[in-house]
């Protein structure tokens, strides 16, 4: 069990049965971890069908009798959307990566080769705006300004990615597949099963998944001669680097990525001087810097919320 899932743990107030997951309230990893191994791969078999029947019951409610121009898996190439592609690689029909043009390459490239592998056809769309130039022109983003970090290295892509797929918004739907987690954070601990925005239906089928949930599919899957594809990145710094765009940096991020990928690092050493070259004043100058307050997050960015409440959580208790 992960360190953040222990600190928004709600065990004193679950009531369910952990061998039969709901669509309520998440079984707290602190409960899963106690199950033995025969019952843990008992659950993650019924937390399968689960989020093959959240995604059947988004389409039913929210395709409303339209054309679903495509089922699209959402891969940004962490450990958690990689789980995700795998379990739902037989329904999905197309998988789609976000180059923030801020992360780091070999990330990028096991997404690649891993939808390949899965035959699974892949959506590539780079930011139309790059992190350079957003920070050459506004400086270095804190936790206040992730949400438009989100907006224009994330969002943008899927919306790219929408148009290409939905030719006919009013007679289309197009469905984005979410590994978003409820016991990823607090803020996360009300997402919604699925939604629909205009002609998006979302749906997150791993909504009621545990840390240790993840990792007994990984096992049960390597025992069976299926193994869940390892991204080395993920393995080195705990995220999946697609998206450094420092907004909720953990302290000694950048020396972190440094020791594993220092051409990264060189990068944005680089970009620094770049940024105080054009004249911004601290902190604004400075990668990572952990100023302001967030305001919301993207659909597409859980794990570093759930990094920044952690952090925030280490503090209030120091």
Not at 241 to 247: I, T
Request: hydrophobic share 35%; aromatic share 6%.
């Amino acid at each position: 069990m992960s360190m953040s899932e222990g600190l928004f743990d709600v065990k004193l107030a679950y009531q369910g049965d952990p061998l039969n997951p709901d669509l309520d309230i998440p079984t707290p990893a602190s409960i899963v971890a106690t199950l033995n191994k025969p019952q843990r791969e008992e659950r993650v078999m019924r937390l399968v069908l689960q989020a093959d029947h959240i995604l059947n019951e988004a389409i039913r409610i929210h395709g409303n009798g339209k054309t679903i121009a495509a089922k699209c898996v959402l891969f940004s190439g962490g450990n958690d959307s990689t789980v995700l592609a795998h379990i739902m690689r037989g329904q999905a029909t197309h998988a789609i990566h976000a180059n923030t043009t801020i992360g780091i390459e070999q990330t990028r490239q096991f997404v690649r080769d891993t939808c390949q592998n899965m035959g699974l056809p892949l959506i590539e769309k780079i930011a139309p705006t790059s992190y350079r130039d957003l920070v050459l022109e506004r400086g270095f983003p804190g936790p206040a300004m992730h949400f438009k970090m989100y907006t224009r290295l994330k969002e943008r892509c899927l919306e790219a990615a929408r148009r290409e797929l939905v030719t006919d918004g009013r007679r289309q739907r197009v469905v984005f597949i979410a590994g978003r987690r409820r016991q990823e954070s607090e803020r996360r601990s009300e997402i919604p099963l699925h939604e629909r925005k205009g002609s998006t239906i979302w749906a997150s089928p791993l909504a009621m998944w545990t840390k240790p949930d993840m990792n007994t599919y990984r096992l049960m899957q390597r025992e069976a001669g299926n193994p869940v594809p390892v991204n080395e990145v993920s393995d080195l710094i705990h995220m999946s680097g697609e998206c450094l765009c420092g907004a909720f940096a953990k302290p000694d991020e950048l020396e972190e990525i440094r020791i594993w990928f220092p051409d990264v690092a060189a990068q944005i050493d680089e970009l620094q001087r770049d940024v105080r070259a054009a004249g911004h004043q601290p902190p604004f100058d400075t990668w990572g810097h952990g100023e302001g307050k967030p305001s919301k997050s993207g659909a597409m960015c859980s794990s570093c919320a759930g990094q920044y409440e952690l952090f925030e959580t280490v503090r209030g208790n120091a």
